[in-house]
């Protein structure tokens, strides 16, 4: 079952540091180097310092950027810039946002959750992980001892249970408030009332968890956890590093949206519609959607309105052509993914990397290199066909939650960039003590 408590977090002395705004980030894995120094110049007190910090003149290692980042933990916890919390606290936490026209508002809350080993418990991944990132994320969580970002973590409840409970605690509060870079409004209260905690602990005790995003930060707190314990220290069952920070949503809230990640093909041949037809052609059905702009938006309109995960919009730069495809023998996927289930198979993503990819496309042309981009807005697409800067757009119909829950309860994990949840959750609301 989930294991889900409050916790005396840290957080941010508002008389101290003014607006809230000013010292919070997006997690650190979306930060270019650009938007790490405005950050740094935003606030002196920005957790950028902390999450993201960036090498020195005069480092005698690169390990000095999370000593350093240690330093500030201590600094702002000895001068009040932070503030521990008196009792165990759940945070609701609100994201309001608009994405092409549809205002939403996702509603969750923060806590820590227990952690388990995947495969040993009811807490499921749903995408593969990449050594580099967890190997930084350990490193810096054994120099500050805090989970500094939460996961985001996903669980059935169909009659929204545990969030009706918080949002009817919360009525008449004012809200702690921050609005991100893409003016994604944050806001959230903390929730202390032992009789709400407990009502919530318990509607979730028999409820599975799927990690939406923070795979990394979740095995991370694992690989810490495992470290503690190979340094000799004793680790009894309430000890903090069995816990990690995690911000969780119900599958059903309205304000849930997984949204489309794109692709953009380069080292390809330079194609033409035509072309494309040719070497999809035994395994998929076309229509024309036009071409430019008015073209891109009509193939999109088309998968949208299909609403299956076997058509995709395809623009070819060098006529600047629309196609919109569906796939109409995918038996090779089989063969291309043989340890996989059907559910995995039939993913967008998955019939896209294995069916087009590596199968269509790497008969046709069998020298090509193809390499990505992923956006997630029609509109960088279609300055993409326009600046001529790869050779095929993909337009990638997005999974959704039933694929998710589905895929991962089965100990699968979808193809990278299957999902994108958006928006991101703030990094700076509220720090988790490991010690």
């Not at 930060?31 to 790490?36: G, V």
């Not at 073209?295 to 088309?302: P, S, V």
Request: charged residues 25%.
């Amino acid at each position: 079952m989930a294991d889900i408590l409050p916790f005396r977090a840290w957080r941010y002395d508002l008389a101290q540091v003014g607006d809230l705004s000013d010292v919070v980030t997006p997690p650190y894995d979306v930060i270019d180097e650009a938007f790490r120094s405005r950050l740094y110049k935003q606030h002196p007190c920005n957790v950028i310092r902390v999450d993201f910090n960036r090498e020195e003149p005069g480092d005698r290692s690169p390990d000095d950027k999370y000593s350093r980042a240690a330093g500030f933990v201590k600094q702002w916890q000895a001068e009040g810039v932070w503030l521990r919390e008196k009792e165990d606290t759940l945070y609701v936490y609100h994201q309001e946002f608009d994405w092409e026209g549809r205002t939403y508002c996702r509603k969750g809350f923060i806590g820590r959750c227990r952690l388990e080993e995947f495969g040993k418990g009811c807490v499921y991944p749903h995408e593969q992980t990449l050594s580099g990132p967890k190997a930084d994320r350990l490193l810096l969580t054994k120099a500050t001892k805090l989970n500094l970002s939460p996961v985001f973590g996903l669980y059935p409840d169909p009659e929204t249970k545990a969030q009706t409970i918080l949002e009817k605690a919360i009525i008449g509060l004012t809200p702690l408030e921050a609005t991100d870079h893409l003016g994604v409004k944050h806001r959230f209260w903390p929730v202390s009332d032992r009789t709400v905690i407990d009502q919530v602990r318990d509607s979730l005790k028999s409820q599975p968890i799927f990690i939406a995003d923070g795979h990394h930060r979740y095995e991370t707190s694992c690989n810490y956890r495992r470290w503690l314990i190979e340094q000799g220290q004793s680790i009894d069952e309430n000890h903090s590093a069995n816990f990690v920070l995690m911000m969780l949503v119900g599958m059903d809230d309205p304000g849930l949206a997984i949204l489309p990640t794109h692709r953009l093909f380069s080292g390809l041949p330079e194609l033409t519609a035509d072309e494309l037809k040719s070497a999809l052609s035994a395994n998929f059905e076309f229509d024309e959607c036009g071409t430019g702009a008015d073209g891109a938006k009509a193939a999109w309109d088309m998968v949208t309105a299909d609403g299956g995960q076997d058509v995709f919009g395809f623009g070819t730069i060098k006529d600047n052509r629309w196609l919109f495809g569906r796939v109409i023998d995918a038996t090779p996927m089989k063969t291309l993914a043989p340890d996989q289930t059907d559910a995995w198979r039939g993913l967008g993503v998955a019939l896209l990397h294995k069916l087009v990819v590596e199968h269509c496309l790497k008969r046709a042309y069998p020298d090509a290199n193809p390499t990505f981009k992923f956006p997630h807005i029609l509109d960088e697409v279609i300055e993409a066909q326009h600046a001529k800067s790869c050779q095929l757009a993909v337009l990638v119909p997005p999974a959704e939650i039933g694929h998710v829950q589905q895929i991962a309860s089965k100990l699968e994990k979808m193809p990278p960039k299957s999902t994108f949840f958006y928006p991101k959750l703030l990094t700076g609301l509220v720090f988790n003590a490991l010690e």
